[in-house]
């Protein structure tokens, strides 16, 4: 499983939600040294506005591309050595998006977001979602501007899944780019011992691995499910100042066990003020030893 970031994808609005991720994006540009793409979704006008000759597509593709020309040049000399290209798509936006990422082989999107769910048919509003769920990469979905750029705070939420030591490995790519404190959080959805044991287990394993790779700056909590379990890692996030949490976006077919994913995923982008990362699981997994399938 490859966690090389060379490519970035920054889609916008020139506004002001764009500009709560520019500095991220920038960030992990200059740390990765990879390229950004800086896309703007257009939907074509519809046919009453062209005739009445209010609008063309010709014409919103060109001021479009006016606003990127200004945006880019802006982004440029705020940053040395990163290369940006641009992208301009007419369509719905989470599709162009996921679209974009897809053609330029994208190794990760990042975007500003309203957040919350029903909002207009922008990229901001509820496309995070579909575009979390159809990307295959990650997503940083950014809802409100950071005090900082880059990630000083990881919060790991894990879970019985296999899938879920994804996102830890990338908890410790961030932790080595930025010397960040890895959170690992358990939250116990079980009320059967064996389950309970297995999520323990998982912690300590997961702990040891950390330790393994040479990351000594990491701490742990198991908390038992109380209610909405989306609500309980926001609000343990913003208690112990972590700066992004990290989720999985997809479970397998066969797993049975409790899972920080689903709907709760969903919330969690849709409600937290908090930077997340959404991860789609790059591996299928059928060995039962999650050690052996996963850290390896």
């Known amino acids: 499983m490859s966690l090389n970031i060379k490519k970035i994808l920054f889609p916008t609005d020139f506004d002001m939600f764009g500009q709560r991720a520019a500095g991220n994006v920038l960030e992990l540009a200059r740390q990765f040294n990879c390229e950004v793409f800086v896309m703007h979704a257009i939907e074509s006008p519809n046919a009453m506005m062209r005739m009445l000759g209010l609008k063309t597509e010709e014409d919103v593709r060109k001021k479009a591309d006016k606003m990127m020309d200004d945006y880019i040049a802006e982004l440029d000399s705020s940053v040395h050595d990163v290369h940006f290209e641009k992208i301009i798509k007419v369509g719905k936006p989470w599709k162009t998006i996921v679209d974009a990422a897809n053609e330029v082989h994208a190794d990760m999107i990042i975007f500003g977001t309203k957040g919350g769910s029903g909002l207009d048919d922008t990229i901001l509003g509820s496309n995070a979602n579909f575009v979390i769920r159809h990307a295959n990469c990650p997503v940083i979905t950014i809802r409100e501007t950071p005090d900082h750029v880059g990630f000083k705070k990881i919060l790991l939420p894990i879970d019985l899944s296999k899938e879920t030591a994804e996102k830890v490995q990338w908890g410790i790519v961030f932790a080595k780019i930025f010397g960040s404190e890895l959170d690992v959080l358990?939250?116990?959805?079980?009320?059967?011992?064996?389950?309970?044991?297995?999520?323990?287990?998982?912690?300590?394993?997961?702990?040891?691995?950390?330790?393994?790779?040479?990351?000594?700056?990491?701490?742990?909590?198991?908390?038992?499910?109380?209610?909405?379990?989306?609500?309980?890692?926001?609000d343990y996030a913003e208690k112990h100042k972590n700066d992004l949490i990290a989720i999985m976006t997809h479970l397998s077919a066969d797993e049975k066990s409790a899972h920080i994913m689903g709907t709760t995923a969903d919330q969690i982008v849709n409600h937290s003020r908090i930077p997340i990362i959404s991860i789609r699981p790059v591996k299928l997994y059928h060995h039962r030893d999650w050690d052996s399938a996963i850290f390896s």
């Open 186 to 234: 358990c939250i116990d959805e079980s009320t059967d011992e064996k389950e309970q044991f297995k999520l323990r287990s998982r912690m300590e394993k997961t702990i040891g691995h950390i330790h393994n790779v040479g990351i000594t700056n990491v701490r742990s909590e198991t908390l038992n499910a109380k209610g909405n379990v989306s609500k309980q890692v926001i």
